[in-house]
């Protein structure tokens, strides 16, 4: 059982440049959330999708497209990279019981 | 929408002792607190929550208080351990199936 499985774990990218950070899950959860998390400043929310198929903003959008592609597959896409966008990105699935599970981290860091 | 303050950013504490770490929260309609830890490297992990029809909460050597009234909630470690080391974020939501909001982390280190 892999739970949340987040890909890449580490990417460099030039500014303005593109990417499409991966996470899937396992354990057949409804919704599903991509955080970033900077020093001192916590988890924020960047999008989340409440059920397959709809996806709503969090705190923190500007900059960041998502995909809910099925059940499983939550994607973060960025499509113009900025130094702003260095950070740590989780993805996390929500058991209405046990809470959240989060993946292992992306650190993307833009030059 | 939630705020939740996080107290302190660090922690130092000396193996065997406890640590407390404090956050408070100012939507009223929140009932549900989590609290995660984070070791290097990798996404914080549940270690405890509470809900607010139970003012405390124990499980071995970590517990959670909730004080609904005053809007703040603590974690206390007890006989700490090394292992203990890592980041600890506290959270609130309106519901267990609600979007959490997270407070700025605190960073324990347990001295051996």
């Known amino acids: 059982n892999a739970g949340v499985t987040q890909t890449p774990k580490f990417q460099v990218l030039k500014t303005g440049q593109s990417m499409t950070l991966q996470c899937a899950q396992d354990?057949?959860?409804?919704?599903m959330y991509w955080y970033r998390q900077d020093p001192g400043m916590g988890l924020r929310l960047i999008y989340y999708s409440a059920s397959e198929g709809t996806t709503d903003k969090g705190e923190v959008p500007n900059g960041y497209n998502v995909s809910r592609l099925n059940k499983r597959e939550f994607s973060l896409r960025l499509e113009s990279a900025a130094p702003s966008q260095t950070s740590v990105y989780f993805c996390?699935?929500?058991?209405?019981?046990?809470?959240?599970?989060f993946g292992s981290g992306t650190r993307l860091t833009v030059v | 929408g939630e705020n939740v303050e996080q107290h302190p950013s660090t922690l130092s504490v000396q193996e065997g002792d406890s640590a407390v770490i404090k956050c408070t929260y100012s939507?009223?309609?929140?009932?549900?607190f989590p609290w995660y830890k984070q070791e290097l490297g990798k996404g914080p992990q549940l270690i405890i929550d509470i809900r607010s029809n139970v003012g405390e909460k124990k499980d071995q050597r970590i517990a959670v208080t909730l004080n609904k009234t005053a809007k703040h909630f603590s974690l206390h470690i007890t006989e700490t351990q090394p292992e203990d080391s890592a980041v600890y974020f506290c959270a609130a939501s309106i519901t267990s199936g609600s979007r959490l909001t997270f407070g700025e982390g605190t960073q324990l280190t347990v001295n051996p």
């Open positions: 354990m057949n959860h409804n919704s």
């Open positions: 996390a699935s929500r058991d209405t019981i046990r809470g959240y599970t």
């Open positions: 939507d009223s309609a929140s009932n549900y």
